[in-house]
């Protein structure tokens, strides 16, 4: 049983670049979201995408972006990168309990480490 | 607003040694869910345990055990007989109601190393 898998593991980019990373979600889960943990601190949310919408936001400027496929995988994009957006990047999925807007425990992925130079 | 505080930044103790992590949490809401995690060096957070806001039972899963008390806003952690294998970065975390559990607040984490 696959859990979450994020692409690429690292990344180096330049200031005012694009970068676009992805998530599969854990089988048999259909929400994911995105945490971005600097270095020395917790994660912070981003966003949740379920049923291929934006559900949730954190406070995130509108650079940052993503999108659910109907396979339930997930995108994260950031333009204009800034030195400050350097950090490990983790996809969590979840499985959103029917009748309910509750989800089961968030599963992590390994993350994406991103470099801005 | 929601918080999450992990006092102790760093904690180093020796093979066999119980060790306690203390977490302080703030919030608004009467319900609320509180998570602990654990981050290896290979970076994928691995979750321990949920626990709602109504359910003040303390819990032991093996050497784990977890004591959450609502008048004082702390859930802490403990590991008896702590293993090498326990050293990693320990994340304490929160979710309102009002996000249905599913948008975390973390704390800073506490980094823990076991010697042999």
């Known amino acids: 049983d696959a859990g979450v898998t994020q692409s690429p593991t690292h990344l180096i980019k330049t200031r005012g670049q694009q970068v676009t990373l992805r998530c599969s979600p854990k089988?048999?889960?259909?929400?994911v979201s995105w945490y971005q943990q600097a270095l020395g601190q917790g994660p912070q949310f981003i966003f949740q995408?379920?049923?291929?919408?934006?559900?949730q936001r954190g406070n995130f400027p509108d650079r940052f972006s993503g999108h659910q496929f109907p396979n339930y995988s997930s995108e994260l994009n950031v333009n204009a990168l800034l030195l400050g957006d350097s950090a490990l990047y983790l996809c969590?999925?979840?499985?959103?309990?029917?009748?309910?807007?509750?989800?089961?425990?968030?599963?992590f992925g390994n993350g994406t480490r991103l470099t801005v130079t | 607003a929601q918080k999450v505080t992990q006092a102790q930044t760093e904690i180093s103790v020796v093979e066999k040694e119980d060790v306690t992590l203390d977490c302080v949490y703030e919030?608004?809401?009467?319900?609320?869910?509180l998570f602990w995690y654990k981050q290896p060096p290979s970076g994928e957070l691995v979750f321990l345990i949920r626990?709602?806001?109504?359910?003040?039972q303390n819990e032991i899963s093996g050497r784990y055990s977890w004591n959450f008390q609502k008048s004082t806003s702390s859930f802490n952690f403990t590991i008896t007989a702590s293993q090498v294998v326990d050293s990693a970065v320990y994340f304490c975390?929160?979710?309102?109601?009002?996000?249905?559990?599913?948008?975390?607040?973390f704390g800073g984490g506490t980094r823990l190393m076991v010697k042999p």
């Open positions: 969590a999925s979840s499985l959103r309990l029917q009748g309910s807007s509750y989800n089961s425990p968030l599963h």
């Open positions: 089988s048999g889960h259909d929400t």
């Open positions: 995408y379920y049923e291929e919408e934006e559900r």
């Open positions: 919030t608004r809401d009467t319900t609320y869910y």
């Open positions: 626990r709602n806001s109504f359910d003040e």
């Open positions: 975390a929160l979710s309102e109601r009002g996000n249905a559990g599913n948008m975390l607040t």
